[in-house]
């Protein structure tokens, strides 16, 4: 079965400008997550779906990050504007549903670094 | 609050020989927990998981964890280090009663040939 895509791999931008990334996850996965992983740490969750909408968004940074999974499958991150701060690799995991004995499977990321 | 304490920053073993990656957890109830593995440029994969079943767990790629109570531990081991598992190995808890991971800080592990 085809794993989480993500795109693109790799993003250099400058700060104050704005950036987006996509995730597909794995058919039939009812459950989306967007994790921020910066050099040296482990993930974060930054905003968690279940179908098309929002489980948890707690942890996401409202006033720059945002985040949509319009038609319950694919999803995008946006940041607008990006901070030096916002250098990371960002990580998207899809899964059967929101239940702790389910396994979340990870996309590759994307590498995102700001200057 | 569930959280974990990855004991180790780098671990440095010769091809062959035993792997011991240490992790304490902190939990106010029995936790679900876990070991991902992260190879460069790749994504996130599951090794093993504890969901209150046997306390001893075997996982993928002949690694094995075992939780232990008393001493607030999930620490992995593998017999024989190969060099393909040279990686990023994190220890995972969720948030009580949720699918939410809480990772770990990880370890970075080095095989010499």
């Known amino acids: 079965e085809a794993g989480v895509a993500q795109s693109p791999r790799y993003k250099i931008i400058e700060k104050r400008q704005s950036v987006a990334f996509w995730c597909n996850p794995i058919s039939g996965h009812a459950t989306l997550y967007w994790y921020q992983q910066i050099l040296g740490q482990g993930p974060k969750l930054l905003i968690q779906f279940q179908n098309n909408g929002v489980v948890d968004d707690s942890q996401l940074p409202k006033d720059r990050f945002s985040a949509e999974r319009l038609k319950g499958v694919d999803s995008t991150l946006k940041i607008q504007p990006a901070k030096l701060e916002d250098s990371a690799v960002y990580l998207c995991?899809?899964?059967?549903?929101?239940?702790?004995?389910?396994?979340?499977?990870f996309g590759p990321g994307t590498r995102l670094t700001v200057t | 609050a569930q959280s974990v304490t990855q004991l180790d920053s780098h671990v440095s073993v010769s091809e062959g020989t035993p792997v011991l990656l240490r992790c304490n957890y902190s939990s106010s109830y029995s936790p679900s927990l876990f070991w991902y593995v992260q190879h460069p440029n790749k994504g996130l994969q599951l090794l093993l998981k504890y969901t209150s079943a046997a306390t001893l767990v075997k996982g993928i790629n002949g690694f094995e964890a075992e939780f232990k109570k008393s001493e607030t531990s999930f620490h992995l081991t593998k017999p024989s280090a190969h060099m393909s598992d040279a990686a990023e190995y994190f220890c995972?808890?969720?948030?009580?009663?949720?699918?939410?991971?809480?990772f770990g800080t990880g370890t970075r592990l080095q095989v010499f040939p």
């Open positions: 995972v808890v969720t948030l009580y009663n949720t699918d939410k991971l809480i």
């Open positions: 995991a899809s899964s059967l549903g929101g239940h702790t004995n389910h396994e979340q499977y």
